[in-house]
């Protein structure tokens, strides 16, 4: 099994869809190559921010597939979970085949399972398929936590490479760091106004909304962290803050793709019953983007510019 650094950023990718509402392949590509251009460090489509739940296996395929021949130097991490074993299973084989380099499997959603039960998934997958695998905590989304006890045994499988942490709560999060440290096994921020804390706690980067728009940011403020400048990181984090606040006044992708509409890398289409972001949202949601240009166009304001004196 290929070993990766999973530290850094990367980016939780949109998936764009035609007038017709298929995969716009084209777009796709283009916005992969923006990403990987902008210095992250990997690349995870068809994750909840890629709209899985709205894609058959055939588009998951057709989505890995193109990210993974559009990218050069970065590993593509692909979205493969499932609340069925067998359909998780599946994915999870055919993204390997597609050329993904490691996978990213969200719990099991809408049947809850108990602790053996989650652990019984994932060990499963990750005995079937040769590939670095990150379980996804986001009970937000799936009505279950990934048991503290169940997250620290699961690293023990060689398989088993990260833990993507959305769940909202340090104290749990801080403690599968600290009872993994002696693994290899990263931590990694599924939420992005909780990066910044969860990297102070010994976290190892960032599954990220927020960087599908502002890559360069996102980049200088967890490589500012991991390097100790916690005084520069917490700057890009209160920079980035307004926008990454405004990225879920609705239901994530739904702000996300009218931003990148906004800025021109991507149709905002979205699939039902997911619908286009509110009027009521959207000029605060252009402010703050305009904020953030307005940034770049001032040298003597901008973060990012002040990495590469």
């Known amino acids: 099994m290929t070993q990766i650094d999973f530290s850094g950023v990367f980016p939780a990718m949109v998936t764009p869809f035609t007038e017709n509402n298929e995969i716009d392949t084209e777009t796709l590509r283009e916005d992969a190559q923006r990403l990987e251009k902008a210095g992250v460090d990997g ?16 588009e998951h395929v057709e989505v890995v597939e193109a990210v993974v021949d559009a ?12 609340n069925n074993t067998a359909e998780a299973l599946d994915l999870s084989q055919q993204a390997a085949d597609a050329g993904a380099d490691a996978l990213l499997l969200i719990s099991p959603y809408y049947n809850k399972p108990e602790p053996q039960g989650m652990y019984d998934h994932y060990a499963e997958i990750a005995d079937t398929v040769d590939l670095p695998q990150i379980i996804y905590n986001v009970p937000s989304r799936t009505g279950r936590n990934i048991a503290v006890d169940t997250a620290v045994d699961l690293a023990d ?5 990260g833990y993507k942490a959305a769940s909202g709560d340090l104290n749990r999060i801080s403690e599968v760091i600290e009872r993994t440290r002696g693994k290899d096994f990263a931590v990694l921020s599924g939420d992005d106004g909780m990066t910044l804390p969860i990297l102070a706690a010994g976290g ?5 909304v927020v960087a599908n728009l502002e890559p360069e940011r996102a ?4 490589g500012a962290a991991l390097e ?10 209160h920079e980035l803050g307004p926008l990454t606040r405004q990225l879920f006044v609705e239901t994530n992708p739904i702000p996300v793709k009218a931003a990148m509409a906004m800025r021109g890398y991507a149709p ?25 240009d307005s940034d770049l166009a001032d040298p003597a304001d ?3 510019e002040a990495t590469t004196e």
């Open 43 to 58: 690349l995870v489509p068809m994750g909840s921010t890629g709209e899985s739940a709205t894609l058959s296996h055939a």
């Open 71 to 82: 990218v050069e130097d970065v590993p593509v991490i692909a979205g493969t979970g499932s």
């Open 157 to 161: 499988h060689p398989n088993i490479a």
């Open 204 to 208: 190892d980067g960032a599954i990220s």
């Open 219 to 222: 980049c200088a403020m967890v």
């Open 228 to 237: 100790g400048d916690y005084a520069f990181a917490r700057a890009i984090h």
């Open 268 to 292: 905002e289409r979205i699939r039902s019953p997911l619908t286009e972001l509110s009027e009521e949202h959207r000029d605060e949601l252009q402010a703050r983007l305009d904020e953030l």
């Open 302 to 304: 901008s973060s990012v």
